[in-house]
């Protein structure tokens, strides 16, 4: 059966994502942070999806507070943090009435606005919650990460979840030349300790950004300055590189 993007897909995402470095990323980011003399007390978490990211800056004593669009995606970002808050908006309209510090939206999620003005004003909404000479930090697909996203076009393989059942997943990725969008399709298969299985399937369509892409937006969104880093380096972008760091400082006051 196929789903809306992740909805579905909450249950097991976890399970799947166990292996992502989102202690890692915390640290590039705040590193950053510290390197460029913002000081973060308060964290706004993007796309903060089951919270892995989120749970990241309050693990460092940081006052964060989570936002996605995904009401199953919140509510195991709830459960596994009941002592913050999470906020269900759209990235394009939000509006929570106050600024913050620091703005992250990890893990590609801004290539799922597909068309450009999308992400022009999830990028406004943004500037517009950073306080002066706050941070934005994100990471992006570029155009050859979405043309190329895996190695034989597909990835699989079985990860446990709670009382003995197992997800068994197989995520194909088809790229089309003439629309520039590569879609995901996210197959998974749940099966339960009697050998019951439930399936269910989600699509996920992306669209890439290049430096030269993201840039006009950012202006337009009114960040004073911003540059594009490869992880974990800071290294600056090759041609080749499939997925950068972009961060982007508000007018200091």
């Known amino acids: 059966m196929q789903h809306v993007p992740f909805s579905a897909l909450a249950t097991v995402y976890d399970a799947i994502m166990a292996d992502i470095e989102y202690d890692d990323w915390a640290d590039f980011v705040l590193n950053y942070a510290r390197d460029q003399q913002v000081p973060v007390t308060r964290v706004l978490d993007l796309a903060c999806g089951t919270g892995a990211m989120t749970a990241e800056f309050d693990r460092r004593g940081l006052n964060v507070t989570g936002l996605d669009g995904s009401a199953e995606m919140l509510a195991v970002a ?13 990235l394009r309209d939000f509006e929570l009435g106050m600024r913050f510090d620091l703005i992250t939206c990890v893990f590609d999620s801004l290539n799922n606005l597909t068309e450009p003005a999308d992400l022009g004003r999830a990028l406004a909404r943004m500037r517009a919650h950073l306080k002066p000479g706050g941070l934005l930090a994100f990471d992006v697909n570029t155009r050859l990460g979405v043309r190329e996203l895996w190695d034989g076009e597909a990835i699989e393989g079985v990860a446990p979840l709670a009382e003995g059942r197992e997800v068994h997943y197989h995520w194909s990725h088809h790229y089309d030349a003439a629309s520039e969008l590569g879609t995901v399709q996210a197959f998974c298969r749940v099966v339960d300790d009697s050998g019951e299985a439930q399936e269910f399937v989600e699509l996920h369509t992306e669209r890439g950004y290049d430096p030269s892409d993201l840039a006009p937006l950012l202006e337009a969104a009114g960040f004073a300055s911003w540059e594009a880093l490869e992880y974990p380096d800071y290294a600056e972008p090759w041609p080749e590189t499939p997925r950068i760091w972009v961060f982007a400082r508000a007018e200091p006051s």
């Open 78 to 90: 709830r459960a596994r943090l009941p002592q913050l808050g999470f906020v269900q908006a759209d």
